[in-house]
């Protein structure tokens, strides 16, 4: 397993290049750049409505709207070089890119564009928001399904499995977002109660309050924003699990165990809870690794929460480059990493499974 390990650590590095030199290349080819943006603010024109993305000619400016260029604006060439060193666009492409790798390897992300802030500590500050809400969802996500699932597998063709899967099915067709809206409406002053604040992930005094407190005015920020989220996965993890009992429960060596005079109870959670649990105990980290990232973009929008994915959203928006590459570059190094933690993951939780013969 160490030298599987060390293969896959090794295989990070160009797999991290792969994809960086790929969203360059694409982000590149996009029109509106920060140089094309500073013209048309410069202009008086509005290029963040979309009515404007800019081109840059040897003689001055040359601004493209909705009906086409208007000409050239007599903005001093002198002047459009100094923009375009200002964000490093006065070197090639395959020198800024080069450049930009370089200072990867040392985690240096860079300065961002329009904020006065180093990228890493944007990072940084925006992480405990989306961290709060990928890792408490993720852990309630579980908590539920899995003993939802054994139950579902326990009693299997009962009522009790048809109104869950009903009701579990029905939450998964409902969007997050939509789920979000509703709760806001019903339980945030939306128009019924005003139990839950609307924003922030703490109160305005927060400080101020004992350490109970603390932990109560933060979980009670994160009620509705981590409800919506898991609302709508419970049924992938739940028909996992219980699909994964119901196939080892029908397997021989659980037959055996009854014919021995196991109780049930001792066969179901001596013998097949082991095996059924490999796979979902395994997929905890790519499950976090997705709600982290991915998951939680749109909660945060509408609950007013500043985390990592209205960072990215803002950056990529507003064409924050060294905000959108280094956020792509924590994310994906975390999720190559989390996902190694889930192969390792399976052989903790059975050794027989060996990755590294498996390759070969």
Not at 87 to 94: L, N
Not at 139 to 155: E, F, N, R
Not at 273 to 283: E, P
Not at 311 to 318: H, N, Q, V
Request: glycine share 10%; net charge neutral; with cysteine.
């Amino acid at each position: 397993m160490s030298d599987y390990i060390l293969r896959r650590l090794f295989l990070i590095i160009p797999t991290l290049f792969g994809i960086l030199l790929l969203n360059f290349i694409i982000i590149q080819a996009a029109p509106g750049g920060p140089v094309e943006q500073t013209i048309a603010h410069l202009q008086g024109l509005d290029a963040a409505t979309g009515g404007a993305t800019g081109r840059v000619s040897g003689g001055g400016a040359e601004v493209a709207t909705a009906n086409g260029y208007r000409g050239a604006q007599g903005l001093d060439p002198e002047l459009i070089k100094e923009i375009e060193k200002m964000y490093g666009f006065d070197k090639p492409a395959t020198e800024r890119f080069l450049i930009m790798i370089k200072n990867y390897l040392t985690f240096d992300l860079g300065q961002s564009f329009y904020r006065d802030a180093k990228v890493t500590d944007l990072i940084l500050e925006k992480m405990p928001v989306s961290i709060s809400l990928g890792l408490w969802s993720t852990l309630i996500m579980y908590l539920v399904s899995i003993p939802l699932g054994i139950a579902k597998a326990v009693h299997h063709g009962s009522k009790f499995d048809m109104w869950t899967s009903t009701a579990i099915i029905i939450g998964y067709a409902i969007p997050a977002f939509l789920f979000a809206i509703m709760l806001i409406i019903v339980f945030a002053g939306g128009s019924y109660f005003d139990w839950f604040p609307l924003k922030g992930l703490t109160s305005n005094n927060f400080n101020l309050l004992t350490a109970w407190g603390k932990i109560k005015d933060y979980f009670w920020h994160l009620a509705l924003p981590i409800t919506a989220l898991v609302i709508g996965n419970f049924a992938t993890l739940t028909f996992l699990t219980k699909n994964s009992f119901l196939d080892e429960i029908g397997k021989q060596y659980v037959i055996t165990a009854r014919a021995k005079g196991l109780s049930e109870r001792q066969v179901l959670y001596g013998h097949v809870l082991r095996n059924a649990m490999l796979i979902v105990i395994a997929g905890f980290p790519a499950a976090f690794t997705g709600l982290f990232f991915t998951g939680s973009f749109l909660i945060e929008v509408i609950f007013s929460l500043d985390g990592l994915g209205l960072l990215g959203y803002e950056s990529a928006i507003s064409r924050d480059y060294p905000v959108v590459f280094g956020s792509l570059f924590i994310f994906t190094l975390i999720g190559l990493v989390m996902k190694l933690v889930g192969d390792f993951c399976y052989h903790l939780v059975d050794p027989r499974i060996d990755f590294a013969n498996r390759e070969r």
